[in-house]
């Protein structure tokens, strides 16, 4: 069977404009346009669409979805499955949601109480859902789902004294770092390797097993993802360098 532009946005629940420009940078050509200019597009072309749209609502960016697509090996069968699985993750993670606002909705009302444990899991069942919506593929494709999956559990698994103890470290680097910026302090002083063990510290607080050279793979996103330099740089520019610096030189001496 085949579709116009028309039909297939239509069915697709994208626009018109969104499969021209697809076409203009190569990643999803039609079956054949007419001499009159319109594209019509067959069944290959649906299936190419169906796996572009599943990737970018897993947060692909389109030079990654083409550079996939257009392997010799790429294989849709497994694509279909690493979709599945990942959408049942974010299903399971939907549902604990959901069961915790409706416990949240039922405590207000009086209906029950909530007690402070509840609330306490609620919160970092919210933070890790942040970290995957933000950080996740990312986190993902450079350690693996198993890794994620485990430091996930871990953090879910703490108990509120551990949850503090995450927290303060978390505030002790962030103000650590932005008084050595500030002091013009050398990435290989003391002052740093301080920062770099609290890091440390904080990291294995999650982490199922630490290892130098995936500290410094860290260090190392933290200054190549804009995101994550963001939220070392927000008060003071130069923590994010400052600290990748810093973990790179004192890493394997500890």
């Not at 001499?35 to 030079?63: H, N, P, S, T």
């Not at 290989?188 to 609290?198: G, N, P, Q, T």
């Amino acid at each position: 069977m085949e579709y116009s532009i028309r039909e297939l946005s239509q069915m697709a629940g994208v626009s018109a404009r969104t499969l021209r420009y697809y076409d203009e940078i190569g990643l999803l050509k039609p079956l054949y346009v007419t001499e009159a200019g319109y594209r019509y597009y067959g069944e290959k072309e649906v299936d190419i669409l169906q796996q572009i749209l599943f990737y970018r609502e897993r947060k692909f960016d389109l030079k990654s979805i083409k550079k996939m697509l257009c392997e010799d090996d790429f294989d849709r069968m497994r694509a279909l499955e690493e979709h599945l699985a990942e959408l049942e993750k974010q299903r399971d993670r939907l549902e604990s949601l959901i069961g915790t606002v409706k416990q949240t909705i039922s405590a207000m009302k009086g209906e029950w109480v909530m007690s402070d444990p509840e609330k306490f899991q609620a919160f970092k069942e919210k933070m890790v859902r942040e970290n995957e919506e933000q950080y996740g593929r990312e986190v993902r494709e450079k350690y693996g789902d198993e890794e994620v999956d485990a430091s996930n559990r871990n953090m879910l698994n703490m108990t509120e004294n551990e949850w503090e103890h995450f927290q303060k470290l978390e505030r002790e680097i962030r103000e650590s770092l932005q008084d050595c910026v500030r002091k013009g302090v050398r990435a290989d002083s003391e002052e740093a390797k301080h920062i770099v063990e609290l890091h440390k510290g904080w990291l294995t607080s999650a982490w199922k097993s630490y290892s130098a050279e995936a500290h410094k793979g860290v260090a190392g996103m933290y200054v190549a993802d804009e995101r994550f330099r963001q939220y070392y740089d927000k008060e003071q520019t130069g923590c994010a360098e400052f600290l990748k610096t810093a973990i790179e030189f004192w890493a394997d001496r500890m």
